[in-house]
């Protein structure tokens, strides 16, 4: 079955500095990869999404890249503010429904300080 | 409506107890998911829906039991707990996978259940 590997499990910038969250993949039929941001007590919230026919995607300050070849993909964060701070998930699927369970990564602590 | 409602948002319940939390979508989407996350670590999957019908068990102890009554509401029935059940229990949804574009899974912000 497929494996996310997520990388650095914790992360600490200072504010406006950028990070960058990594992950890879085993399973090549892999074709949905979503990033998801999670706050203390609440549920995983989609903050990017990319399909692998798809090399790059950007929505202001969040970017997600696409590897297909070596199955990796990353998250970008840039100008990072406090309020960025939190739990981020990357995760991979062959898409929705009973054909395409999301595979969640372990895991990032994302720390931003004033 | 782009949420998925969940409740309780806490159930404290003890180990002979019977409890249900309840799930509700109004997105139209046609798979429903159970995911059990215990603290500072990801989401794990329990159950898949998908048309109302279950059609992914991923060897969840019988002590949690789904149900899907129609394409808005999900349950998970929960009887004779263990102190190691306690976790933040969530749902999320997604498009079912006859539609042309099924990708995108929304959570529900979970049910925090400690079992004593």
């Known amino acids: 079955g497929e494996n996310v590997e997520q990388h650095p499990s914790t992360l600490s910038v200072q504010e406006g500095d950028s990070a960058v969250i990594k992950c890879t993949y085993s399973d090549s039929a892999s074709n949905y990869f979503p990033w998801y941001k999670q706050e203390l007590g609440k549920g995983p919230q989609l903050i990017i999404d990319i399909r692998s026919n798809v090399g790059e995607k950007k929505d202001q300050r969040i970017a997600v890249t696409l590897n297909k070849t070596a199955k990796h993909f990353s998250l970008h964060i840039t100008e990072t503010q406090p309020e960025d701070s939190a739990v981020y998930f990357c995760a991979a699927s062959m898409g929705g429904g009973s054909q395409g369970n999301l595979i969640f990564g372990k895991g990032t602590k994302l720390s931003v300080k004033p | 409506d782009t949420e998925v409602t969940q409740t309780p948002k806490h159930l404290v319940m003890g180990m002979t107890n019977k409890k249900s939390l309840k799930c509700e979508q109004h997105m139209g989407h046609r798979a429903m998911y159970w995911y059990k996350q215990k603290a500072k670590k990801p989401p794990e999957l329990m159950f898949v829906y998908s048309y109302e019908k279950l059609s992914i068990n991923e060897s969840v102890p019988s002590r949690f039991s789904p149900e899907c009554p129609n394409s808005s509401l999900l349950n998970l029935h929960l009887h004779a707990l263990q102190p190691e059940d306690s976790a933040l229990y969530l749902c999320?949804?997604?498009?079912?996978?006859?539609?042309?574009?099924?990708?995108?899974?929304?959570f529900g912000s979970g049910t925090r259940l400690t079992v004593v």
């Open positions: 999320a949804s997604s498009q079912g996978k006859r539609t042309v574009s099924y990708y995108g899974y929304t």
